[in-house]
């Protein structure tokens, strides 16, 4: 009897013993994870930083050192250039097509990236349409024709084709326009500053400025009228809407909205310094430039240092700081001034 208790014993510990201990794939899976984890953070912080505000007037001398020469047009081109590649060549690369860790995890770079596109698309198109060309009915540049389709291209496609390459080709077709308006064998390519078409980009980033100013806004939430058709009688609308809603910005998309601002604002600051240089004489003409300059003022507190580890949402005058409102309040200023611009150039 008492050796078929010590066998049933025996038995119980050994096998409370295989229970409780782990086998050996799942101790190694827990210290893959581990080592896996101690990896990847420092790469997700090193992913995590954006670029630094470069000179704009240093590109001159990337132009000559490239046997180009400085005309009217070049430093706007070369600046869009640049903030094009700026996207690819960031620590860590072109992260909003990434599907593996750390920066599938990742929404903050990825949404300035998106800002500084939108900016860059919009600039393409600028170029394109109007300030390439002399008037309505004359021909396109084929060039800028290629880097304005690249740049529209799907910014989340990650294989066959990658994004990245397909951004290649348009900042290699904006270099080949940009070596022929410094060349005076090939006038076929051309520049056109004038405050027609300086306007019309204008307006194309005062619509920008105030989408993102309203989505900033509506952290906390607010009441708005409905304003659609404000101003013309006769004016109609496809649906009905409330009269008076309430907006508010989901709270996880705070975030999303503060860095896609930051990256709008990052693009367009240097974008505003090239025009500046470019279209020099037609400022002073309209005695507009420190209109301009303004502009850049007001734009230039959207690039301070954020030292909050997260983008806080407090209401109204509370305790908390509001980095939204913070932000929306400065892209609404330069958007006013910029209205004002627009009606100097046109009117002035």
């Not at 640049?82 to 770079?109: C, E, I, Q």
């Amino acid at each position: 009897m008492k050796e078929r208790l010590k066998s049933l014993f025996a038995r119980s510990k050994e096998t409370l013993e295989t229970r409780t201990t782990p086998p050996a794939f799942t101790r190694l899976a827990f210290y893959l994870a581990v080592a896996i984890g101690l990896l990847v953070l420092p790469v997700g912080l090193y992913f995590n930083q954006t670029p630094d505000r470069f000179s704009v007037a240093s590109t001159e001398a990337t132009l000559i050192d490239q046997n180009i020469r400085p005309v009217v047009g070049t430093r706007s081109v070369a600046t869009l250039s640049r903030l094009t590649a700026l996207l690819l060549d960031k620590p860590g690369g072109y992260l909003s097509n990434d599907v593996l860790p750390p920066s599938v995890f990742m929404d903050n770079v990825p949404r300035w990236e998106f800002g500084v596109l939108v900016q860059c698309r919009d600039f393409a198109r600028a170029l394109r349409n109007t300030m390439s060309r002399s008037q309505s009915q004359s021909t396109e540049d084929q060039d800028l024709v290629t880097a304005e389709n690249q740049l529209y291209f799907d910014s989340q496609s990650w294989l066959i084709p990658q994004t990245e390459s397909e951004y290649r080709k348009g900042i290699e077709a904006l270099d080949r326009y940009l070596a022929r308006l410094g060349d005076d064998a090939r006038p076929d390519a051309q520049f056109y500053a004038r405050a027609d078409n300086l306007s019309i980009w204008l307006g194309e980033v005062e619509t920008r400025l105030g989408s993102l100013s309203q989505r900033l806004s509506a952290s906390v939430g607010k009441r708005q009228l409905d304003t659609g058709l404000a101003g013309d009688g006769a004016a109609r609308q496809s649906t009905q809407t409330a009269s008076d809603q309430t907006i508010k910005t989901p709270w996880l998309q705070l975030d999303d909205v503060f860095h896609e601002a930051r990256g709008s604002t990052f693009a367009i600051l240097h974008l505003l310094e090239a025009v500046d240089a470019d279209f020099a004489d037609v400022l002073e003409k309209k005695n507009a430039r420190v209109s301009l300059r303004q502009i850049i003022r007001e734009l230039e507190p959207t690039q301070d240092t954020l030292y909050s580890p997260m983008i806080l949402n407090g209401g109204g005058f509370g305790v908390l700081a509001n980095h939204s409102l913070v932000m929306a309040s400065h892209i609404s200023r330069a958007n006013a001034a910029m209205s004002d611009l627009r009606q100097l150039l046109e009117q002035g």
